[in-house]
């Protein structure tokens, strides 16, 4: 999982409920929370992920950034392999060897778009406290300017919340 420690991290804990074995991808100093998060391993977006992890290992890839690792995902990925992508903060561009998606077999999705019993999926995970939501900060709206430099600095965890009440 790319993007494990950014605003849905909380895909960690998802995944975790839903029985998988999670790998997340962050940066080294984040490490300790995945692990916290129950990621089973942690791997820097800088390391050669298929020499670490070897090509044709993972069922699913579920990428929150997409860029530059995204040849690396597809190398990862056994046949008949299930790619999911929510962002693109990364890169929004990426290449594709279409002989790769179909002499794999590969299935693509692209979530943004989710079925109304999804959020009430959620809601009852974090009722059942099998997954808690993960809240790295707060400001008032008329603060958005320092949340979005916060956000830049990437050294958050979880979500950045705006707190649009009045005041």
């Known amino acids: 999982m790319s993007g494990a420690s950014g605003g849905v991290g909380s895909a960690v804990q998802l995944a975790k409920a839903c ?6 991808i962050t ?26 992890l070897g090509g044709n290992s993972l069922d ?3 990428d929150l950034v997409a860029g530059k690792q995204w040849p690396e995902f597809l190398q990862l990925l056994k046949p008949r392999g299930r790619y999911a992508v929510s962002g693109a903060i990364g890169g929004a561009l990426v290449e594709l060897d279409i002989r790769t998606l179909y002499l794999k077999d590969l299935t ?32 008032p709206l008329k603060e958005i300017h320092t949340a979005q430099a916060v956000f830049l600095e990437k050294k958050h965890i979880g979500k950045i919340v705006l707190n649009v009440a009045q005041e």
Do not use: H
């Not at 029985?19 to 997340?24: L, M, Q, S, T």
């Not at 990621?39 to 050669?48: E, G, L, T, Y």
């Not at 692209?110 to 959620?122: A, D, H, Y």
């Not at 995970?125 to 993960?134: A, M, S, V």
């Open 19 to 24: 029985g998988a074995y999670v790998i997340a």
């Open 108 to 139: 693509f999705y692209g979530c943004s778009v989710l079925q109304p019993e999804v959020f009430q999926n959620l809601v009852n995970c974090i009722e059942q406290r099998k997954i808690n939501p993960i809240v790295a900060c707060t400001f």
């Open 60 to 62: 699913v890839v579920i």
């Open 27 to 52: 940066s080294p100093r984040k490490n300790q929370q995945l692990l916290e998060l129950e990621a089973d391993q942690v791997i820097s977006r800088d390391d050669n992920l298929v020499s670490i």
